[in-house]
């Protein structure tokens, strides 16, 4: 059974970096395609950004474009999530999520996922 820990949340000022780790044990990670998401009190869960098992394709959401990028290390079964430019908006708990089979045009939609993390926090304020 794949398990997900997400690390690297934190309290950081507008304009400021982050670097999100999502850490995988019970299985490798190159058999999965992996997402972030992230979901703000009051509000949907939603796609961030998601990257293919080769990451030979990464896919952002538009509000993201530009300021995340996603990479992953498969000999150290770690994905990441590198957010530049913070702005407050981009506050919420980020989920690291893991899918066998992502169909295309489905990349950063919650319900292609299969295992979850169990999010960490990330908050954008002066």
């Known amino acids: 059974q794949l398990q997900l820990v997400e690390s690297g949340g934190g309290l950081v000022q507008p304009g400021g970096s982050l670097r999100l780790s999502c850490a995988a044990s019970?299985?490798?990670?190159?058999?999965?395609?992996m997402g972030w998401f992230r979901q703000a009190p009051g509000k949907e869960r939603e796609g961030v950004s998601s990257?293919?098992?080769?990451?030979?394709?990464?896919f952002y959401a538009d509000s993201v474009k530009g300021r995340f990028a996603i990479s992953r290390d498969n000999a150290k079964n770690t994905v990441f999530l590198h957010m530049n430019s913070l702005k407050p908006e981009d506050t919420g708990v980020y989920y690291c999520a893991a899918t066998g089979i992502l169909g295309v045009g489905r990349e950063l939609l919650k319900s292609e996922y299969v295992y979850w993390g169990l999010g960490t926090q990330v908050t954008v304020s002066s």
């Open positions: 990257i293919t098992t080769s990451a030979d394709r990464t």
């Open positions: 019970g299985s490798t990670l190159d058999h999965y395609a």
